[in-house]
């Protein structure tokens, strides 16, 4: 704690002393940085960590360190370089960011959604699969040649907004850390530590910031790296998992602070009941997180975590599934329960986001831990702010219903035993990927039905 406080005392020393000037998100301090010091006028310098300052928009923020107090909003109106809209991290922090937005259709979703009702002849079957494209839904990057799309996705909300006065809300998946999905096959990703990783994964997030300023006026709400650090509580025993533990953190600790610089909001992706719910996983696992929260300086756009992502539980299970034995969280309501006071207690008071996009359908795995394509499962319960818990600010869909979890070939290097068990659809195409078949069953056992 003194040290960090020293250092907080030597950055605000800094700009005194020099003299040129640093562009709006340029570096203007850190541990040997020998560059300007001050900001260009309508930003200020501000510390993310003792090697990195930067100019973020408004006035500075306070020199103290780190609280657990729910952030506060800058009382300044900071506007884009060259431009006088006013930036999203203007928008008032406090609160759900769900609340007020319309949540904008993912074009990439549609799209697939369209092709995939073309493909149905059974006509009450195609009404119904029509239906899904009104749903919204999170579009995922999880390859860096994605990344410029978003600046199109970006740009359609902002024309919808501007037309309809309906404020509209992006929803991402931040999902390209090196090393990706250590501690199974399926979705073994672009980017290997030993090959630049961490580099390559800072240059993605870059690129998602870049994009993400062209757009000010447009809200985004992100959940970061499923799967990643859920792996980092439960599988160090897993070797690639130990061996990405660093990059991991770095990775999402600069993805939080980068994406908070440029307002937008976040989640953290937390696994689900069956995960991180075991009573024995729930302590460090709220360790993990929190730390992580405080040593990023607690970024205000960072909301809580994200559950269930791509899973299959019930957020309210009307009993338990007899795959839960063992686990009193045996849903993700009870999960989020046990979680959130571990969580405030370490100095994060998170709010939750949880993904129901495939949870229509309970009872319907032989293992908890079987994630693959599961048979029989529905699309489920409608995204809503309407959640009837305080803690949890949305019900989302986050997987796209349709694209695939792994694939069944054996021979492929990507091929994960737990999408060859006999609970899994079988002829599954590659992660990530269409399957049509899975598409339409999600249709036709959706609970509600559409
Ligand atoms: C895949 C990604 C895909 C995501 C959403 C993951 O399992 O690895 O490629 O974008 O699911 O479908």
């Given at each position: ?111 697939e959604v369209t092709a995939a009702v073309s493909a149905i002849s059974d006509p009450t079957l195609k009404a119904k699969a029509a239906k899904v494209a ?226 229509g ?14 048979k029989g499962a529905g699309f ?21 219903g349709g ?22 659809a079988?002829n ?6 269409w399957f049509q078949s899975y598409f339409e069953t999600l249709v036709s056992a959706a609970n509600?039905a559409f």
């Open positions: 704690m003194f040290k960090y406080s020293a250092l907080l005392a030597l950055v605000a020393l800094m700009p005194a002393i020099a003299n040129a000037q640093s562009p709006l998100y340029g570096q203007c301090g850190g541990i040997g940085w020998s560059g300007a010091t001050t900001c260009v006028s309508g930003s200020s310098c501000q510390k993310l960590n003792d090697y990195y300052s930067q100019c973020l928009p408004g006035a500075a923020a306070p020199t103290s360190a780190p609280t657990s107090a729910p952030p506060t909003s800058p009382t300044v109106t900071p506007t884009a370089p060259g431009s006088s809209v006013p930036l999203p991290s203007t928008t008032p922090t406090a609160g759900n960011p769900f609340v007020g937005y319309e949540a904008f259709l993912s074009p990439y979703y549609q799209d009104s749903v919204p839904n999170f579009t995922w990057f999880d390859v860096i040649a994605k990344v410029p799309t978003l600046g199109d996705y970006l740009s359609a909300a902002s024309a919808k907004q501007a037309s309809t006065g309906t404020k509209q809300l992006v929803q991402i998946v931040v999902y390209d850390l090196p090393d990706r999905d250590c501690a199974a096959l399926a979705s073994n990703g672009e980017f290997s530590i030993a090959n630049n990783g961490l580099n390559n994964y800072k240059g993605y997030i870059d690129q998602i910031v870049a994009q993400v300023k062209k757009f000010p006026d447009v809200r985004i709400v992100a959940v970061i790296e499923p799967d990643s650090l859920a792996n980092l509580v439960t599988n160090l025993n897993v070797q690639k998992c130990s061996g990405a533990q660093t990059a991991y953190k770095q990775g999402v600790t600069y993805a939080m602070q980068q994406l908070n610089a440029v307002g937008v909001y976040m989640y953290l992706d937390a696994g689900h009941a069956g995960w991180l719910g075991w009573p024995a996983n729930l302590t460090p696992a709220a360790q993990l997180f929190a730390q992580l929260y405080k040593d990023a300086g607690s970024p205000q756009f960072v909301r809580g975590l994200a559950t269930n992502v791509a899973n299959f539980n019930a957020l309210r299970a009307s009993s338990p599934d007899p795959i839960t034995q063992g686990n009193q969280n045996y849903d993700e309501i009870h999960y989020i329960e046990a979680l959130a006071p571990a969580l405030s207690s370490q100095g994060f008071p998170a709010s939750f986001i949880v993904d129901q996009g495939r949870s359908v309970q009872n319907i795995r032989q293992q908890w831990g079987d994630w693959c394509n599961v489920g319960m409608r995204p809503t702010t309407n959640t009837g818990s305080s803690l949890i600010d949305a019900v989302v869909w986050v997987k796209p694209e695939c979890d792994g694939t069944t070939n054996t021979s492929s290097p990507r091929y994960d035993a737990h999408c060859g068990l006999s609970d899994a079988p599954a195409p590659e992660a990530g990927t509600p």
